[in-house]
């Protein structure tokens, strides 16, 4: 992603791409939709992907875009890897340089302050992201990005998250930079950046919150609950502000994900693992309380789904979490293109525990 980033900038356009610097730009993120800060506003990587170079099982170089392939092309945007054939490359939609304002918010966590602060996003998140901003946000540090509005005006719409920060003795930062470019290379690759151990076995599970959830005081609390139950588990929690909302609103689905998506306001996710040398009991209980913490976002949000990219591995009923009724319309394609069932993975598409 670091060297799309780049290589976009040198030529004076921005490139839409996704928040962690080290992922593919047209792997995994792509094919599973690929979501980032301005996600909200310009869609996805899969909404923006024009067309993917590609190798089919059979050993075939082939074009897939709008006119070619189109029923293959409308599977690759958000149908996944492994299924459908081996990525050479893929051209995406970019556009003019465009400045950008930042919203950074942090402070010193005490257990109570966080559940206050978490009630923030759940109350106005909505109305931030269909106002355009979009990215990360934890129990004790939010990191927005707006590319249509400027500082005098990000002021007065942030003045709950500003005032509550700062009465907790924390930071409040409204900027604007001359760039998303120079946004991304002073936030997100660099103060976001934290080091992680590579020897740490991370997993993930994730839930897309629809937009009705943000419309009843009753889900708006027990959203805050649960992620508080969560970090008290020991759990990592973070709600991403980067679903295509407003994007949603002016443009017709056009890719083979889950409808949710564009419907969508938070991708909540929990996170955590076990060391080198962790016992198979320790493993266990980690695998419970990730399983858990799907099972009460998918409790709580029945209409949403679960990004297979960030998804728990041991997930029931898979299928219809990450794809929905185009699960059946994507089998079809990966009958047509790989009959003899040569390329699979873990919950891919076709894919069979048998």
Known sequence: MDEAYLFAHYHGVLFAGGTVTTIGASGGWLLNGGHGVLSGSLGLGADRVLQFGLVTPDGREIIANQCQNARLFWALRGGGGGAFGVILNATHLVQAEMPTTSAIFSFPASGDNERTYMALPAENMRDWALAGWGGPSTTNMTALANPYINT???????????????????????????????????????????????????????????????????????????????????????????????????????????????????????????????????????????????????????????????????????ADQFWGENYAKLLEVKNEVDPDGLLGCWHCIGWDAS
Request: hydrophobic share 40%; charged share 15%.
């Open 152 to 318: 005098s005006q990000a002021e007065i719409m942030m003045a709950p998250a500003i005032h509550f920060v700062q009465s907790q003795n924390g930071t409040a930062l409204i900027q604007r930079f001359r760039s998303y470019f120079d946004y991304y290379v002073t936030i997100m690759n660099g103060s976001l950046v934290a080091s992680e151990a590579t020897s740490v076995a991370s997993f993930l599970t994730s839930r897309l919150i629809p937009e009705t959830a943000f419309q009843n005081e009753t889900t708006k609390g027990l959203m805050v609950d649960n992620i508080m139950n969560i970090k008290a588990s020991g759990l990592v929690p973070w709600v991403l502000n980067t679903t295509p909302l407003l994007y949603g609103r002016a443009q017709p689905q056009q890719t083979a994900l889950h409808p949710a998506w564009y419907k969508s306001v938070w991708i909540s996710t929990a996170q955590g693992g076990w060391r080198p040398g962790a016992s198979l009991h320790e493993r266990k209980l980690f695998s419970g309380l990730l399983r858990q913490a799907t099972q009460s976002w998918m409790t709580i949000a029945t209409e949403g789904c679960s990004y297979a990219n960030e998804a728990d591995p041991w997930m029931e009923d898979w």
